[in-house]
């Protein structure tokens, strides 16, 4: 868990071969974040997730309503 800038990452190894069951909670705990994904880390896949503090910082050309 690293926490800054007003946010808070969490990272978890997946598991090589998930049950089904494993599969869902895990999407369903990604599903709840601000922003998610799954990449490749150096001993397989790793989940991430960035949980906002405080409402995320307006992206490039993004305008934010009032």
Do not use: Q
């Not at 405080?54 to 305008?63: L, T």
């Amino acid at each position: 868990m690293n926490r800054r800038n007003g946010r808070i990452r969490i990272e978890v190894s997946v598991p090589e071969a998930p049950s089904e069951a494993s599969w869902r909670a895990l999407l369903a705990a990604l599903e709840r974040a601000d922003r998610f994904g799954i990449g490749s880390g150096e001993d397989g896949l790793i989940a991430w997730a960035v949980i906002w503090r405080a409402p995320p910082p307006a992206e490039p050309g993004e305008r934010r309503s009032r």
